[in-house]
């Protein structure tokens, strides 16, 4: 069985149409073909799409090749888009080509004519596929995105909830058993004194209990965050890391409190988390400079260290998880961040993030 050509002819001369589909005859092609004369009949023969190949004259009484590859484009069909004419001049084939025609072809060197359409198919193919991969390359990106940001709001609220519980229920309790204590306390003070240091110690090891299940229920999501806002989370967490890394921490707000919906302030906030927890693990810091402002539709972070300076290899780093996370929280809502070391003079991490919702 002869492979099979569907050509999409533009041709005003019936001579010329039949010199053409001789030669792909002759090449063995079982031929599906149609005529057309005008911009009309053109753009409802486009209307099927599955043409492999268009083969135009150059000059049409009522047309022309160049219109004809207009129309081509605007209705974004890749197909191949050959030029059959008598001698129009280098200045206008170029222009042809430019335009987007594939190739030229003389009248008088039709030889050329199979080998060419041949050509273009299969570079029309590969384009297809390449089109086809680039698009499910897109699609894939797109999912894993959406997946993530799925992922970190799963596990904001699965941490919003364990922190109130831990705080609501286990704070609650201990405050009652210091309480209750107490009163033992009060009430062995005459009847049995001697025990009384005991309930002391036994007060005192609540206290400090208490203090770390405050300190875990705000590790996993700082109430601060929901109830005074991102600016006041971003004041809470330096003070905690100075007072933990004795890393000296100076704070600039150079901004008034900012609207921001509450997924979006919590993506800069462990933003900022992992940027001190960076800053912690690796800089060699003495002391860091935060500064927050808005302006422009923008809200910036600027974290600059001044320790020894990351450098691009660490960043290219494919088992370090802590950056390309930080990428990705800002990218979910249209933030972008940068970060640039300057070796021996420390680090800076700015972030951009889009104050508006969409
Ligand atoms: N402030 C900084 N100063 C110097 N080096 C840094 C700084 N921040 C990051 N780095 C370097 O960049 C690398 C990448 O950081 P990233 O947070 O992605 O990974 P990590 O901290 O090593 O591991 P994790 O995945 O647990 O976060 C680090 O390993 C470190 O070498
Ligand atoms: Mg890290």
Do not use: F, H
């Given at each position: 069985m002869n492979p099979l050509l569907r050509v999409l002819i533009i041709e005003d001369e019936d001579d010329d149409e039949e010199l053409i589909l001789r030669h792909l005859a002759v090449a063995g092609y079982d031929l599906e073909s149609y005529r057309v004369e005008?911009?009309?009949?053109?753009?409802?023969?486009?209307?099927?799409?599955?043409?492999?190949?268009?083969?135009?004259?150059?000059?049409?009484?009522?047309f022309d090749a160049m219109a004809a590859l207009s129309i081509v484009k605007e209705k974004n069909l890749d197909i191949p888009f050959l030029i059959v004419s008598g001698t129009i001049g280098e200045q206008l084939a170029v222009s042809a080509m430019k335009a987007g025609a594939h190739d030229y072809i003389m009248k008088d060197n039709l030889p050329r004519l199979v080998p060419a359409i041949e050509r273009e198919i299969r570079e029309a193919s590969i384009r297809r596929e390449r089109r086809l991969a680039e698009q499910q390359l897109h699609e894939s990106h797109e999912h894993l995105r959406r997946l993530t940001a799925h992922l970190q709001n799963v596990l904001e609220e699965e941490r919003k909830r364990i922190s109130r519980e831990i705080h609501d229920e286990l704070g609650q309790r201990l405050t009652g058993c210091k309480f209750d204590l107490k009163r033992l306390a009060d009430s062995l003070q005459e009847k049995q004194p001697d025990l009384v240091p005991q309930?002391?110690?036994?007060?005192e090891h609540l206290g400090s209990l208490t203090q770390t299940v405050?300190?875990?229920?705000?590790?996993?999501?700082?109430?601060?965050?929901?109830?005074?806002?991102?600016l006041a989370a971003i004041e809470w967490q330096s003070n905690e890391f100075e007072a933990r890394t004795q890393i000296?921490?100076?704070?600039?707000?150079?901004?008034d409190e900012i609207q921001m919906e509450s997924g979006k302030a919590t993506a800069v906030f462990r933003i900022y988390q992992e940027a001190l927890t960076n800053i912690a693990r690796h800089s060699e810091a003495t002391k860091i400079w935060v500064r927050v402002s808005s302006g422009g539709g923008f809200f910036t972070l600027k974290v600059h260290d001044n320790g020894k300076g990351v450098t691009e290899n660490d960043l290219r780093n494919s088992r370090s998880l802590g950056v390309l996370g930080m990428r990705e929280r800002a990218q979910?809502?249209?933030?972008?961040?940068?970060?640039?070391?300057?070796?021996?003079?420390g680090t800076t991490l700015i972030l951009r993030m889009p104050m508006s919702d969409n």
């Open positions: 005008d911009a009309r009949s053109l753009s409802e023969a486009l209307e099927n799409p599955n043409w492999d190949v268009i083969i135009a004259d150059y000059r049409l009484p009522q309930v002391d110690t036994m007060l405050r300190r875990i229920a705000a590790e996993l999501r700082p109430g601060v965050l929901d109830e005074l806002g991102l000296t921490c100076e704070l600039t707000n150079a901004t979910i809502y249209g933030g972008e961040i940068t970060i640039k070391g300057i070796p021996g003079e």
